[in-house]
């Protein structure tokens, strides 16, 4: 991987591991709804521009604009609403751990649902250690229905299943299709979908502090729009396995960015769940295999750019 690669991969996940300070910030003074939608219209105008810029145009098939709004919804509404009422309870680190489980349930629905994947005993294994992961990183003790903190892990959990929905939809939906399409359109079908019901739940927001206002400008410019075109930058030049590595960079960089900034205390039952979290990733997406299963891929290439097995971390 050349060095201008690797920066790109870091940047990535600097910039989403920032998203959660920014979310628990700007959720400190507006509520998630607001938050989200004024995020997804500024994301929205940023990516159209972009997309303009470069000569494309969004397509004007009816039943493209019907894929879109589902990944608006379901992939970009959801997820963004339950991380934010999430981040409300619990610490942007934590959230970022749970965040980073979105490849098992990639995993575990393209086998029932396409069947594309195949499911090994060690694939299984990984999702169940990940699992484990999230258990401990949580803490037994903590876990109670009726608890805030609880909901508000499972929120978070229900984010990462949206994302896994709408990453095996996208990738059948949107073959094909250059890639910064589909990142506005989901942007531009979220805006339209939640903003009249922000509007109807709390009204024109009241302007928040200048801090708040820094951190969802950041959010929606930088953790969103310019997340989303280096993401795909980096799909087209190093190929979906290696972009994937962002997956294991987001949450320690949440985790330090909540320590520095808001005062987080990173407990050993989060570094340990992390730990498993990030085992559990690599042995469910076949990174780590059997000697066997490595010498009859050895040779092969892995990091193609039409490889979709993606395992974004996106926040």
Known sequence: MQIRHLGALLLLGAVWGASFLFIKIGVAEMPPETLVAIRLVVAALTLLGVLYARGQRMPMRLRVWGDLLFVGIVGTIFPYLLIAWGEVYIPSGMASI??????????????????????????????????????????IKDLSLTSAGTLGHLAVLGAALCYAITLIYGRRAFRGMPPLVPAAGQMITGALVLTPLSLALHGVPAPPSPLALGALLALSVFGTAFAYILYYWLLEHIGATRTSMVTYLTPPFALVYGVLFLREPITGGALLGLGLVIAGILLSNGVIRRPMNRRMTEGQDISRPDDRRTTSAEC
């Open 98 to 139: 749970l965040n980073a489980t979105t490849p098992f349930f990639s995993v575990l629905l393209a086998y029932v649902w396409t069947h594309e994947e195949r499911l090994n005993g060690l694939k299984l294994f990984g999702v169940a250690v990940g699992f484990a992961g999230v258990t401990v990183a949580i803490g």
